[in-house]
């Protein structure tokens, strides 16, 4: 099989992932509606005169767009594709496993670079102001992250049935934002939500974007990035288990 | 006999051992399909016949045994490049239009078929623009056959094709199915219908409890039950049946008995002096589906005596 032919089959597979997403409403107007409207009223409607309340809210938001298309996108998506049938059909034809999976994270992280993108530009508007590296840097880090709650999707949508996979994602997502801290600033929440931040990785990312914000100062890059890798690399193994096993 | 008598085999199933929870799915099964041969594999509910299929297909791999297609490993990339299959309960994306679905499914072989001709074959025209999840069960199923023969493929595995189909559809696939053997693709059918069996496959596999228990051309499978069929509704229970003089096989379908005979004459003097409430009676020669149901009853209690391998 040719290099061209494969290239091919991956491109095609992205586009036509890219397109089902943008013809399913029910879930492409939650990613997008939910941080650019709380982003609208909280961010810079209540802050108004507060612009550092504005930018912190915007380094927790760019992370807070891409839990939910990656890991609905990831979790609940390919468990209904599984029930539906749809990916053991895949798995006969000559494609790629690699380029199902790649093209639903194309379509993932296209919806993410929008949601994050109209959060920039909601927030250049809203008089937030960063150096233009900063502004890269941290609407980046926005997209990057949605690998990783692709990968924690991924693990739920082939291990679970497509109402479990939504329960389970959807509750995921409010963990993830509520106690890593990306809707409420955790110091003024009690103690014992901070140690569950740790563990959590939106808590970590959500202090690498304020970093990266020019917010905080960069401090324990390495921890954070460690706890980051480490989810990573145990949600990769995951997926390639629970891949193999359906796949077998 | 078919084209592909002596030509090596495409498809092989050898001494396969599957076991699916505690059941023993195949217990040893044999299968080599050859090219340009189609092949109907029948037999009852829980037979092995979509383990046989899921095996063909790589859905799943042998406990014991071997499965090749086209000599190599069926999860190869190389083999499913030349193999087109539809699923019994596959979904389509409703999402996707049926010429997105089918285009993208076309991309996937090296030397596909023309879209256009791809559409045409499955009598899909009209239908292109039309959201997958907006067909009908019956349109469905032609989605799914065009994604089989998308990639002109060397072995067709069609999976109970026609399930939700009306009659001109029924019509219009099996001359599409044949259209692809005369190309030189063989085919793997698995079917509830008798007929369609009949229509189209040159070699019938019949399997149960995980074992061929006949394997030959519907000619053949039909001579292996000597005899007439005498169908009629009656009060008689199945042990009285059976005892009647020269029935070899009893069955019931609703309300109606289907019994197999030796002799007729025979037979029918004692049913009708044991029974004078019988009803809707006919006589005819053995159908296919007679001989099936035959082969299964005996089959599953003399499975070495009945057993005959690669009659083809």
Request: proline fraction near 25%; avoid cysteine; charge should be positive.
């Given at each position: 099989m040719s290099l061209f032919h494969t290239l091919a089959v991956y491109g095609r597979e992205a586009r036509t992932q890219i397109l089902s997403t943008w013809r399913t409403p029910q879930f492409l107007i939650p990613s997008l509606a939910l941080p650019l409207l709380f982003y609208g009223v909280i961010g810079l409607g209540l802050s108004h005169g507060h612009e550092e309340a504005a930018h912190a809210m915007l380094a927790n938001y760019v992370i807070f767009a891409s839990i939910a298309p990656a890991m609905f996108g990831f979790g609940a998506a390919v468990a209904a594709e599984r029930e539906a049938k749809l990916i053991e059909l895949k798995q006969i034809?000559?494609?790629?496993?690699g380029a199902y999976l790649l093209g639903r994270l194309a379509a993932a992280l296209a919806l993410v670079g929008l949601a994050v993108g109209l959060l920039g530009v909601m927030a250049y508007f809203g008089g937030v102001v960063m150096t233009p590296w900063r502004w890269a840097a941290t609407l980046s880090l926005g997209l990057v992250s949605a690998v990783l709650f692709a990968l924690i999707g991924l693990n739920l949508g082939l291990r679970l049935g497509s109402q479990g996979a939504t329960a389970f994602a959807n509750l995921l997502f409010l963990a993830f934002c509520l106690f890593g801290g990306l809707w409420i600033p955790l110091d003024v929440m009690p103690s014992w939500i901070g140690h569950i931040a740790e563990v959590t990785p939106s808590y970590h990312l959500g202090q690498l974007s304020l970093m990266l914000s020019g917010l905080k100062p960069m401090a324990d890059v390495q921890g954070h990035l460690s706890v980051l890798v480490a989810i990573a690399v145990a949600a990769v193994i995951g997926s390639r288990i629970a891949w193999r096993r359906q796949a077998a | 006999m078919s084209p592909g008598t002596y030509a090596p085999p495409i498809a092989v199933l050898q001494k396969t051992i599957k076991r699916r929870g505690k059941t023993l799915a195949l217990d040893g099964l044999d299968l080599a399909i050859r090219p340009g041969q189609c092949v109907a594999l029948l037999g009852p509910n829980g037979a092995g016949k979509s383990t046989s299929v899921a095996l063909l297909t790589g859905r799943l791999r042998p406990d014991a045994g071997e499965a090749r297609l086209f000599g190599v490993d069926p999860h190869d990339l190389e083999a499913r490049g030349r193999l087109g299959v539809m699923l019994q309960e596959a979904g389509l994306p409703?999402?996707?239009t049926v010429r997105e679905q089918v285009a993208l499914f076309r991309?996937?072989?090296?030397?596909?078929?023309?879209l256009d001709e791809i559409i045409r074959l499955a009598g899909l025209e009209g239908l292109e623009r039309r959201r997958c999840g907006a067909l009908s069960g019956g349109q469905q199923r032609r989605v799914q056959f065009a994604l089989a023969i998308a990639g002109r493929p060397d072995l067709l595995v069609l999976d109970e094709p026609t399930t939700g189909m009306d009659i001109d559809a029924r019509r219009a696939l099996w001359t599409a199915v044949r259209g692809e053997i005369a190309r030189g693709a063989a085919v793997l059918l698995t079917t509830h219908h008798l007929d369609e069996a009949e229509a189209l496959a040159d070699r019938i596999v019949v399997i149960d409890k995980g074992r061929v228990i006949a394997d030959g051309s519907p000619e053949a499978i039909k001579a292996r039950v000597s005899g007439v069929a005498i169908r009629c509704r009656t009060r008689l229970s199945d042990g009285d049946l059976s005892a009647l003089a020269h029935v070899t096989g009893v069955s019931r379908d609703g309300g109606r008995v289907t019994l197999l005979t030796s002799s007729a004459p025979a037979t029918l003097r004692e049913l009708l002096a044991r029974d004078e409430t019988i009803d809707d009676l006919t006589v005819s020669g053995a159908s296919l589906e007679d001989a099936v149901t035959r082969l299964v009853q005996t089959g599953a209690a003399f499975p070495q005596t009945q057993r005959q391998i690669e009659a083809a």
């Open positions: 034809a000559p494609l790629p496993a | 409703r999402t996707l991309g996937y072989y090296a030397k596909p078929r023309p």
